[in-house]
């Protein structure tokens, strides 16, 4: 079972600056990687998939870079409204697992 | 516009059986284009993929719950189904009925998710 692994768990950052979330997985996942926003009280929403490109309706300033084991979501500018929670989620083998998440607070 | 909608319990005894059904609108679950499946979060904690089933009824389980789960289709509803035996405490969670797209770019991403609905289990 490929396990994923996210940092930092909180990560604090002013309205503006850039947000720099990691996820590691324990063996390649060939580039089926996938990030989440989830916000208090709602379902998660897709931003990211295939390490790099962004879901419809996603703004530009969330970027996702990375290969292999090693992944990023940058989110670039950041604003209020992008306090959330960040998960990525690995599709190369199943299970299809979740890391534990990147709390962004602003 | 295509919507899922999760139904059942609120409240489970523990040892029971957690029933919950997803209704799905706007499109078909036996298109053979996409799994569907059930992601659960306990309070405060992250997202855990519980299992999926294909439109052909094959179902893939979250090998920590493989023994205690079943997930199944009612084609004739348009909905999907899960089945969590023998439940205690650990298994308190918002449950969310989800779409997994079977091909291309976004397979297995979680294209589309219900609102969720929540689940406690206790006496």
């Known amino acids: 079972e490929i396990v994923m692994t996210q940092s930092p768990a909180t990560l604090t950052v002013s309205p503006g600056e850039r947000a720099t979330l990691s996820c590691r997985a324990s063996?390649?996942?060939?580039?089926?990687l996938a990030w989440y926003q989830q916000k208090p009280g709602q379902a998660p929403r897709l931003l990211i998939y295939?390490?790099?490109?962004?879901a419809t309706g996603v703004p530009a300033r969330f970027s996702g870079t990375g290969s292999g084991t090693e992944f990023t979501l940058t989110i670039s500018s950041l604003q209020s409204e992008d306090s959330a929670v960040y998960y990525c989620q690995q599709s190369n083998d199943w299970p299809w697992g979740f890391g534990g998440g990147t709390m962004v607070e602003i | 516009q295509m919507r899922l909608q999760e139904s059942g319990p609120g409240l489970v005894k523990p040892a029971e059986t957690l029933s919950l059904t997803c209704s799905v609108s706007g499109d078909s679950i036996d298109d053979s284009g996409y799994y569907w499946g059930w992601i659960r979060q306990p309070p405060g904690r992250g997202l855990e993929l519980v299992g999926v089933v294909y439109a052909t009824g094959t179902t893939y389980y979250s090998p920590s719950l493989k023994g205690r789960i079943s997930i199944s289709l009612n084609t004739s509803k348009n909905q999907f189904s899960l089945k969590l035996t023998s439940v205690t405490a650990a298994d308190t969670a918002m449950f969310y009925c989800v779409r997994h797209p079977s091909r291309g770019a976004l397979f297995g991403v979680v294209d589309r998710w219900g609102q969720g609905t929540l689940v406690t289990v206790s006496s």
């Open positions: 063996q390649s996942v060939s580039g089926k």
């Open positions: 295939g390490a790099s490109t962004r």
